[in-house]
């Protein structure tokens, strides 16, 4: 059985930094592309970055590209998202996920496992 349990959520201000982790157990690890997403309130869940299998390919949401950075580690089962520059747009709920596949993907339907959600919010 897969699970993913988020952690490294908080309450910042904006401008700081956060890095969120996710540890992962259940299935190979490193045959598996991973992905951030978040949701705000009243908003869909929208994907934040993903990277594939062996960490070389990346994709992130323009509105994070320059400030947030996703990486993985394979010996460790975990996937990382370091987010800098926070703003207060950034605030929502991250999940982290698991996709079937080696390939990075952006859309929610590609993701089989999820997390419970870590909650970010950033002070003005």
């Known amino acids: 059985q897969v699970q993913l349990v988020e952690s490294g959520g908080g309450l910042v201000q904006a401008g700081a930094s956060l890095r969120l982790s996710c540890a992962f157990s259940?299935?190979?690890?490193?045959?598996?592309?991973m992905g951030w997403f978040r949701q705000a309130p009243g908003k869909e869940r929208d994907i934040v970055a993903a990277?594939?299998?062996?960490?070389?390919?990346?994709y992130y949401a323009d509105s994070v590209k320059g400030r947030f950075t996703i990486s993985r580690d394979n010996a460790k089962n975990a996937v990382y998202l370091q987010m800098n520059s926070l703003k207060p747009e950034d605030a929502a709920v991250y999940y982290c996920?698991?996709?079937?596949?080696?390939?990075?993907?952006?859309?929610?339907?590609?993701?089989?496992?999820w997390g419970q959600g870590t909650q970010v919010t950033v002070s003005s």
């Open positions: 259940g299935r190979t690890f490193s045959s598996t592309a």
């Open positions: 990277i594939n299998w062996s960490g070389r390919s990346t």
């Open positions: 996920a698991a996709a079937s596949m080696l390939a990075a993907s952006t859309t929610t339907r590609a993701y089989t496992y």
